[in-house]
């Protein structure tokens, strides 16, 4: 199923339709299908009585499977909800529908009655905003499926529109706002992500609903996706409001404003997340990224290129490199170790199997200590994975004592003090 990044949530593979539907079936009463505007109390607008037949409908047609609630009482239509309004179906035999049943016949099919908006009780329609809220944060349902396509649909409608406009309306924008064909999709993605946000955090304020991790993802990755083409299109406002956004959405004011092939992973959805971490469902992902970065590169705040050899070098992105040779300068051999008292060093990613094997496990590793704790391995992280691979019980070290050197210190400190120049 076609989202904005390809690693976006996949749909469910069960039909809990079928379930509902059985117990509703015993009921002996219609569902009731409920129209709701996406404002604030998600207030309806229209109700209209379904029989079996439509929930059968239901179950077999294409697209986003309907997602139901934990009790079972209500069932959301991806396929025909948007950020504006929603179509819910309500269960026989629940409160909601014994309220919902009133208003069935106020309106014909396709108007709307604005004054059914308070036409539930408080109670009730606080239980109908929670159980929608709380389905489409469901880690299991199609619910951020939904809205990451409906953040695709709602940018590409904004292009759409700016793209119908007279070509003196352009201009002003231009003139005005800065805003051009270029920079324009960047607006436009952000505008889609902040109709998204809204409409999720509407259920943490007004129906203490928890966002589900998934969903925070989709909005994190929209607003991943609006500062790439911010920084595409030299548009710097949006690239700024989007990294604020972002932090927010996270609650973390440490995320970074991305290199050049950040923003190209962001672009291309090979980034889950802006800690680049896929969510598998663990409670404590965040946890396990943040200690791997300390492992990995301490502050964050230098980078390491690809390669290894003599044209490895490391830049702390602040003007200051370093080479394998002026690094080398400063190691000594160490006594030989464990390949597992090691493992925790290594960078969390995928390696070529080829280069693995081809690796020389008699060369030394090249790891920084701060004193006589590892920190970093600096040089040898094939040369490592290959010693795991095949068991070997000990590999040469070549020592770097960080504290050895001012530039060291600076370049590969884990925990730098407050008044150091990284």
Known sequence: MKTLFGTGAAGAVSNPVAVADTIAKQAGLPWIELKLFTGQSLAPYAAFSVDATDIDALKSQQGMIPGVNKSGDIMIDYNNSDLGEM??????GSKIHAQARGLVGTVERG?????LENSLDDDVQQELGKAIHD????????????????????QERYISEFEELPDWQKDEREDVDGIDEDSYPAEAQKGATDNANRFI??????FGAEIGEPIKNVVGRGYMKSYALGAGGGD??????????????YGDDEIDHPDEDDVYRWMEGEADDPYDTYNDGRADWKDDYEQDMDQVQGTGEYEQPEG????????????????LAQVLAHAGRFPDQHPKELEHL?????RDPARVQAADTSEPLLIAYDGMKPIKILDGQHRLQKALNTGLEGVPINRVDINSDPKLKQMFDPEPEPDENI
């Open 87 to 92: 179509t819910v179906y309500v269960k026989p």
């Open 111 to 115: 108007d709307h009655d604005f004054s």
């Open 135 to 154: 389905t489409i944060n469901d880690f299991d349902g199609d619910g951020s499926t939904w809205l990451e396509q409906e953040i695709e649909k709602e």
């Open 201 to 206: 955090n509407q259920g943490v304020k007004h």
């Open 236 to 249: 710097e406002s949006t690239m700024i409001d989007s990294m604020a956004d972002l932090r927010d959405v």
């Open 308 to 323: 290894t050899g003599l044209d490895t070098s490391w830049d702390d992105g602040m003007g200051n490199v370093l080479s």
């Open 346 to 350: 290594m960078i969390p990613t995928e």
